[in-house]
């Protein structure tokens, strides 16, 4: 990767901190993704739905929820954007297994828009023990199989494949994976922060600022910003217009969880390696590159076609759905020590502030009609009203 990169440089001079990100993680050769894909405890980093299946669970408790505040409409799909090794749907399935007399009017299915061929294939693994079948190439998903629960899951490299339809979407900590720009303020105005080959070194590369404004400064910051460096990431902003979208022309409802901020941090992009963090521009294609999403401009880019909620920190989120009920259950239910402990250490890992409970966080795409009656003029009592957002208000136990 680092020759591809060093040959591409010399030959074209700087490259965007996106295109190399792009690169380093989805090259379809060499990229971090398609080749390493770390997720997990013998990977490069660890996620929620790794950590523990209450996480999962309480996820696949919301889509119920909103299925049913939404008058249980008699089909849907739930589309998950990088899934990684299939543990969250693994563990939403179940729920909707669980919940089978609930859903049993409904025909559901899944759809995985993943990138990676070797995480594609970890995910058929988990999902359908590994009976799955390439679609032939007149049908836009590449892969599909049938659930160990029953499901038909169909696999696409983009959101734009999946067929239209009422749909529940999920993205964990995609958007932290899509490529960013960065912009420095300096005396002259603003400047791209560019990729370039460290001359004084063979094969490193380092950051440079571009010597005039390039299109990207132009374009994606605002007149009153006041930070003096900033991030964004279009291909997130296109993403969540697409989803904002089909929820407004087929319903549904799309639930972001990651870890990020609402407009007010700066330089966030980092690089994992070993659960241990890297140097960004070292030995790109072995590291995964991250950057903290930004919800005030996901906001911005549902550009009024759906509802948004959040960001609800992810402590608060788990908490208003249930998790310390859940926790007890499953506290209950085991006798051995080395459970409770585990059960106990992931709870912790989930919630306590200072690890994952406060920095990651939940956002929502909803129909206006979800929260608000669509004829306002008319609310008065004889309309009931609408049943809170499950996680974004607080758990009512009657
Ligand atoms: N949601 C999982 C994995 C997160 S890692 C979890 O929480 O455990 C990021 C995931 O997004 C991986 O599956 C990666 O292959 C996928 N991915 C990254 N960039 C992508 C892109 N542009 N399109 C589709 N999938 C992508």
């Not at 680092?2 to 030959?11: G, I, P, V, Y």
């Not at 209950?332 to 409970?357: C, F, R, V």
Request: a negative charge; proline letters at 7%; aromatic letters at 8%.
């Amino acid at each position: 990767m680092l020759r591809h990169l060093t040959r591409k440089l010399r030959a074209s001079g700087p490259v965007t901190v996106a295109e190399y990100m792009r690169e380093a993680l989805t090259n379809p050769g060499q990229g971090y993704y398609s080749r390493r894909g770390g997720v997990g405890e013998s990977g490069d980093f660890i996620t929620s739905p790794e950590i523990s299946q209450v996480f999962g669970e309480l996820i696949g408790i919301w889509y119920i929820s909103e299925w049913m505040a939404m008058g249980k409409p008699t089909t849907f799909q739930l589309v998950e954007l990088g899934p990684g090794r299939g543990t969250l749907t693994e563990d939403i399935l179940r729920v909707f297994k669980q919940l089978a007399s609930v859903l049993s009017t409904c025909d559901v299915s899944v759809h995985l828009v993943e990138v990676s061929p070797k995480l594609s294939e970890i995910q058929a693994v988990m999902l359908t023990g590994g009976k799955v079948q390439p679609s032939p190439e007149d049908e836009t998903a590449y892969m599909k199989g049938i659930s160990k629960t029953g499901i038909p899951i169909f696999w696409y490299r983009d959101i734009q494949d999946v067929p239209p339809g009422y749909s529940f979407y999920l993205a964990h900590e995609f958007f932290d994976a899509l490529p960013i720009h960065k912009f420095q303020r300096t005396e002259k105005g603003w400047r791209e922060v560019l990729v370039d080959i460290d001359p004084e070194v063979p094969d490193q590369l380092r950051f440079v600022l571009s010597p005039s404004r390039t299109p990207a400064t132009q374009n994606f910051i605002q007149p009153e910003e006041t930070r003096d460096h900033v991030e964004v990431c279009p291909e997130a902003g296109v993403i969540v217009q697409r989803l904002a979208s089909r929820i407004e022309k087929d319903g549904g409802a799309a639930l972001v969880a990651d870890y990020g901020h609402d407009g007010t941090k700066t330089d966030t992009f980092r690089g994992f390696r070993n659960h241990k963090l890297h140097d960004v521009l070292s030995a790109p294609g072995t590291a995964d590159l991250t950057a903290d999403v930004d919800f005030s401009y996901l906001r911005k880019m549902a550009q009024g076609k759906t509802a948004t909620l959040g960001p609800i920190k992810q402590r608060e989120f788990l908490k208003n759905m249930g998790i310390e009920l859940r926790l007890q259950v499953l506290l209950q239910n085991s006798s051995d020590t080395a459970t409770h402990e585990q059960l106990l250490h992931s709870y912790d890992m989930l919630m306590n502030p200072e690890k994952m409970g406060d920095c990651f966080n939940f956002f929502a795409l909803l129909p206006h009609h979800r929260l608000i009656h669509p004829d306002k003029k008319d609310k008065q009592e004889s309309k009931s009203p609408l049943p809170p957002v499950a996680g974004f208000n607080e758990l009512l136990l009657k």
